[in-house]
């Protein structure tokens, strides 16, 4: 069994089919079906069900890829403490929420500082950037926090304002069971607050709208399809045209932080160590 198999048997296990894990691989579909069939053979086991739409994991296969993603993981892990130099380089994979108003600031400042830095950028939800972070799919990210985690550190990025949006001037709270709520899925922060808030008003909202785009739930308001909660940044813009309108709710509710993340036990790279350092530069100046 060599590494190549282990990267051969997980690339079909995410993929779901040998044609796309050898287009992914750069191998020959012929060569990935030898591989996966000596690997089951040496094992004695069935890895895969066969079936016109693609290749899925037997029970025993699950089992496998538990101890594959560990097993690559830590190599990767190995490569890049003896490969990792003093001068910030590779990838840099990081995970934000959508409406980080700093991050423009602090990716520039941290390309301008160190250009050899390839920063991959992915953007999700609090909740499922969290879970890839705990899975090394990303190496860090900008959630909604604060969180408790044992396995996660966190630093602070900003804190701010939270507003109703409403395409009408005047606003009551009754509004809630007149007026759908246009809302990220579950998993968002600003929803949360939002929820909790009507909860505790002991409000029941007519209609949830989940749309996945900032950009689509501000225009929907601004259309008087209904009402949203963001941070007062996203929707400076809107607010100073008049096409919508903001109003604060109470201070229990109204603000929220976001925090960047990283799993404690990752080792610490020099282009995280450096991109941490710009992070707490622009808190630092944001605190002034």
């Known amino acids: 069994m060599e590494l190549r198999d282990l990267q051969i048997f997980q690339s079909v296990a995410d993929q779901g089919s040998v044609s796309s894990a050898a287009k992914e691989l750069n191998y020959v579909q012929s060569n990935v079906t030898a ?22 994991l037997t029970a025993e296969g699950r089992k496998m890829l538990v101890y594959v993603n560990k097993i690559l993981q830590d190599v990767d892990e190995l490569k ?44 999700g939800l609090t909740e499922e ?15 909604s926090g604060p969180i408790k985690h044992p396995l996660i550190e966190q630093y602070d990025v900003s804190t701010e304002k939270l507003m109703l949006v409403t395409q ?58 209904g009402i949203t909660l963001v941070p007062q940044s996203a929707v400076h813009h809107l607010s100073r045209a008049g096409k919508v309108h903001c109003h604060a709710i109470p201070e229990k509710y109204g603000s929220i932080s976001t925090v960047f993340i990283r799993r404690k036990d990752s080792y610490m790279t020099n282009s995280m160590r450096s991109f941490l350092k710009t992070i707490e530069e622009h808190h630092h100046i944001n605190m002034l």
């Not at 069935?46 to 079936?51: E, K, S, W």
């Not at 108003?101 to 400042?109: A, C, E, Y």
């Not at 972070?133 to 959630?143: C, E, R, S």
């Not at 996945?212 to 308001?221: K, R, Y």
Request: proline share 4%; hydrophobic share 40%.
């Open 80 to 123: 890049r403490v003896f490969l990792d130099n003093e001068t910030p380089s590779g990838i840099l994979k990081i995970g934000t929420v959508e409406t980080v108003s700093t991050l423009p600031t602090i990716l520039s400042s941290y390309y301008k500082s160190y250009p050899n830095v390839d920063l991959s950028l992915q953007a």
């Open 168 to 225: 009408n001037k005047a606003f009551h709270i009754e509004e809630f069971t007149t007026t759908p709520l246009l809302v990220f899925n579950q998993g968002c922060g600003y929803r949360s607050k939002l929820e909790r808030w009507l909860k505790d008003e002991g409000l029941l909202p007519k209609r949830i709208m989940e749309f996945n785009i900032l950009e689509t739930i501000l225009n929907s308001v601004a259309l008087g399809l």
């Open 35 to 56: 591989r996966i069939k000596q690997l089951e053979n040496e094992l004695k086991t069935p890895l895969f069900y066969r079936h016109k739409r693609g290749m899925t």
């Open 129 to 143: 950037l969290i879970r890839e972070v705990l899975n090394h799919q990303l190496d860090g990210a900008f959630i």
